[in-house]
């Protein structure tokens, strides 16, 4: 039982940022400007898409309790953060290095 709720609190997390991702296409936020930033803008559109539906899977997931397929998508889950945090911060290290 604990594990669906901490793979269901994962999911939320990774709807949560896929769905914020999506929703600030318009408007800056932290050090990013999608506005100003055509590779942020397709980046953004891109990992949300991407964040909100590992999110909805993984909850699915956590629910259906198969350990095989908990651990696959909070690996799967984990690779794709990793992945969306290096290639959304790709610009802005490029810039300042």
């Known amino acids: 039982m ?3 709720i901490f793979v269901t609190l994962f999911g939320l ?3 949560f940022e896929g769905t914020f991702f999506l929703t600030h ?3 800056p936020f932290m050090i990013f400007d999608p506005t100003t930033s055509k590779f942020i803008a397709t980046q953004l ?6 964040m909100t ?3 909805l899977i993984t909850i699915v997931a956590a629910w259906l309790n ?3 397929f908990i651990v696959i998508m909070v690996v799967v889950g984990c690779l794709l953060e990793t992945q969306m945090a290096f290639s ?3 610009e802005f290290r490029a810039k300042y290095h």
């Open 88 to 90: 959304i911060t790709s």
């Open 13 to 15: 997390i990774a709807l």
């Open 53 to 55: 539906a590992i999110g």
């Open 2 to 4: 604990l594990l669906s």
């Open 45 to 50: 559109k891109v990992w949300g898409v991407i």
């Open 66 to 68: 198969n350990i095989a």
């Open 25 to 27: 296409l318009h408007k």
